[in-house]
């Protein structure tokens, strides 16, 4: 099955998403909530694309045969950068001492979109630390609700120990139990590096890779895709 | 007045980390003083503008009103103001004080922290103290800003390549490797 993806033809198979027929294709289109193994779920609308006018999410909507996809527009690419400035403002990100910086999947973007300051009023939410478990902390003020802990936890290790509660600008990351200590995470656990921020942390592995040697670092992400050798989503 | 143009630079709420990437830029510092007039800056000391600056390089956000004044004045000196550094950008450390009520930051310092000999429980309130914002802002929520070097302090190339672009007239564009937030 063949479709057009900014004017050029592509093959894919049926059933496929226009992510992954587009990654196929080397080419990458940005994605934040989109997790390889995962059934994608669409809550990010990073991957927007528009499909025969209409935008779609190119990481649930599935290929159809002729399908006219523009993905690298000035519109859109002015959406995924406005999508991640407000991801940015909402949250407190201070990069400059994350253990994340240079792997965080947010950063990458903004750094792959040329975002040096943000372009909305910073918030300044007040949100916690569980710092409870023995082996891996939930930092808030660096989630940014893309719902891939709770799909992995419940789909890849097959437990429930995420989830979100309330909606809008309340809505947040709820752990089952008290606290993170209180429930069946292990550090072994799949859900522990699928976080693209640093959010869910490993414990005592901080900046095992220096700053300025990480992989972002060197460069942008989606970079790997386009040069052929596959992506993480 | 000499005809070289001027550049001022100045730190706010910042710990001079993003000065010291500027030295860093190592020996073309006598490149960039052949180029240049230094205005008012820590780089000379001088406190007052002697007169109108091409650039303005930013550091750090504003904490209190001397700040809120210190980058008004520098708005109405320079044609080119560049916020340098992630707290003049997104308030950096000095903003982890934004997510806590301003009272219980001063008492946090002031009266109950471990170490502190106040036996007069006084917050310090002497006119001569710029009175702190209820919350640290990043420069662009109080001046126009024209240019951004982000970082944690920004790479020195990022720095010299921006100044040498604003001399020569083209505008600022950062190489990916000049784009960081550590
Ligand atoms: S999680 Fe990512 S964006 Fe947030 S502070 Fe850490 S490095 Fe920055
Ligand atoms: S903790 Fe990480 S994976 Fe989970 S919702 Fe927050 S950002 Fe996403
Ligand atoms: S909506 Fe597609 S990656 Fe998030």
Redesign the pocket.
């Known amino acids: 099955m063949q479709f057009v993806l900014d004017g050029k033809t592509i093959t894919a198979t049926p059933g496929q998403t226009i992510l992954k027929a587009a990654e196929a294709a080397g080419v990458y289109i940005p994605r934040l909530c989109a997790y390889k193994d995962l059934i994608p779920h669409g809550s990010c609308r990073v991957c927007s694309v528009r499909v025969n006018g209409r935008i779609q999410a190119a990481c649930v909507q599935t290929v159809s045969s002729g399908a006219i996809v523009e993905h690298d527009t000035e519109e859109l690419r002015e959406f995924r950068r406005d999508v991640i400035d407000l991801l940015?403002v909402e949250?407190?990100?201070?990069?400059m001492f994350?253990?994340?910086?240079?792997?965080?999947?947010?950063?990458a973007l903004?750094y792959r979109f040329g975002i040096t300051a943000p372009k909305y009023p910073l918030l300044n939410p007040k949100r916690d630390i569980d710092m409870s478990h023995p082996d891996v902390y939930l930092d808030h003020?660096?989630c940014?609700l893309c719902g891939r802990c709770v799909r992995v936890s419940q789909d890849l290790d097959h437990k429930n120990v995420f989830q979100f509660v309330n909606r809008g600008l309340e809505k947040r990351l709820q752990v089952n139990g008290e606290a993170l200590a209180a429930t069946d995470l292990r550090v072994t656990d799949e859900v522990v590096a699928s976080c693209p921020?640093?959010?869910l942390m490993k414990k005592r592995v901080g900046y095992a890779v220096p700053v300025g040697d990480r992989p972002f670092d060197a460069q942008p992400i989606g970079a790997d895709i386009e040069s052929g050798k596959g992506g993480v989503a | 007045m000499s005809a070289k143009p001027r550049i001022a630079t100045v730190s706010l709420a910042g710990c001079f980390g993003c000065h010291m990437a500027i030295l860093d830029i190592d020996e073309r510092i006598l490149r960039l003083a052949d180029l240049v007039e230094f205005d008012r800056s820590p780089i000379n000391d001088y406190k007052t503008f002697t007169g109108r600056c091409a650039v303005g390089l930013v550091e750090g956000g504003c904490c209190n009103e001397e700040n809120v004044h210190v980058l008004e004045d520098f708005r109405r000196h320079c044609d080119v103001l560049i916020s340098l550094g992630d707290c003049a950008i997104n308030g950096g450390v000095p903003a982890m004080r934004n997510h806590v009520p301003l009272r219980e930051c001063l008492e946090e310092a002031y009266l109950k922290s471990p170490g502190v000999y106040n036996p007069g429980g006084v917050i310090p309130n002497d006119p001569e103290i710029p009175l702190l914002l209820h919350r640290v802002y990043p420069c662009h929520e109080v001046v126009k800003i024209d240019y951004y070097i982000p970082g944690c302090p920004p790479p020195a190339d990022a720095i010299w390549s921006a100044i040498v672009a604003l001399l020569e007239g083209r505008p600022v564009e950062l190489a990916y490797a000049g784009l960081k937030?550590?």
């Open positions: 940015f949250g407190n990100h201070y990069c994350c253990e994340k910086s240079g792997l965080c999947e947010l950063q903004a003020n660096r940014i921020v640093g959010a | 937030y550590d």
